[in-house]
């Protein structure tokens, strides 16, 4: 039979209860961060807390990484068959030449911008004259009620026969050049019809034929546009003139200035 001591017992219960009232706040902080109301429609609607996410890391391989890389290799490698000296200033220079070629690419691309914009301040220089465009097509209003254009001849042709149409391809007055001169002849519509009469503001096409070696062909023509304004455009495009009626069209596409 054996004998327990009371006072023991009640040393045991007090540090018993004393271990359990201490941890009863870590579990009420618990329940703190996954407090609920008791109401499960409630409870559902209840925000998620946010999980913060690392920002995705880049994966370039920049000059620290190089060296980085470098100085595990030199502390790894045999120190009985070193790394070659060639081999080490060779892998040096080929990222220092891969390095190099990355910034020259960025300051090719902020050239070709500072080129863009100088090109289009240059044209803008084009505002309220005329050009002579690679198009047959031309445009008549009341600030603009003649139509000039250029008709290039491979070889002297006594008669060239000159039709005007309108946009729907209708013909409207034709008349006829002298083009015994060859090359590049002038011509020059006064912006009536057969009759007479000045024609309704609009787009008008100049097309013109004459004999080469006997046969009637039809020959290129090339027409005068009024630039109203420049665009900026891109680094491939360059600058661009918007022509009265027209539209746009590139600045390397001009083939000839006037200024009337």
Known sequence: MSLVNPLNTQVAQTSSTQSTQSVTPQASSSQETTQTTGNPFLDSMRLQEESSIPEAKSQELTQEDFFSLLSQQLSMQDPFKPVDNDQMIAQMASFS???GISKLNEEIVN???VMTSSQALQASGLVGQKVLI???TGHISAEDPVLKGVISTPEPIESITVRI???KGQLVKTFTVDGSDGGNIDVSWDGLDKDGEPVASGTYAIK???KVDGKSEDLAVSTY???TSV???TA???AILNLRGIGGIKLGDVLAVSET
Do not use: I, Q
Request: hydrophobic share 25%; no cysteine.
């Open 97 to 99: 030449t891969v390095d």
């Open 111 to 113: 050239l070709n911008t």
């Open 134 to 136: 690679p198009s047959d």
């Open 165 to 167: 149409e309108d946009e």
């Open 208 to 210: 013109a034929s004459g």
């Open 225 to 227: 546009a009024h630039v």
């Open 231 to 233: 665009s900026l455009g």
């Open 236 to 238: 491939s495009t360059g």
